[in-house]
């Protein structure tokens, strides 16, 4: 903040702190505790998270190109089109929700002619 960066700076202080613990600490100490490699942790934590984060991000900025926030509305609208596009990245890439997608699509797989299997 000294620097002329005033708030901008400070959330770039703090933020520095968190990404660096979570870059430098914690993820060697996960890998060794669930006996994971960088590969999947990539993978598996990071690049899911990432994709989500980018589809938000060009969500945003097409909805702040296309429909400037000067009004309430139109702000109020592009921050609902984000939040739908972050809710529904975390829902496909949930594991959660992919379990349930398919226990849904393998109950009806089996069926025919309105019967269930018991």
Do not use: D, H
Request: proline residues 6%.
């Amino acid at each position: 903040m000294q620097q002329g960066w005033g708030i901008l700076g400070a959330a770039a202080g703090w933020s520095l702190v968190l990404l660096a613990q979570g870059i430098l600490i914690y993820p060697p100490m996960l890998l060794r505790a669930l006996e994971q490699t960088p590969v999947a942790r990539l993978r598996q934590a990071y690049l899911p998270g990432a994709l989500v984060g980018l589809a938000v991000w060009g969500a945003s900025a097409g909805m702040a190109t296309g429909l400037p926030p000067s009004t309430i509305l139109n702000l109020l609208l592009g921050v609902g089109v984000g939040l739908g596009v972050g809710l529904a990245g975390l829902a496909i890439v949930s594991q959660f929700a992919r379990n349930c997608l398919l226990r849904i699509f393998r109950k009806n797989k089996g069926t025919s002619g309105g019967t269930r299997p018991l």
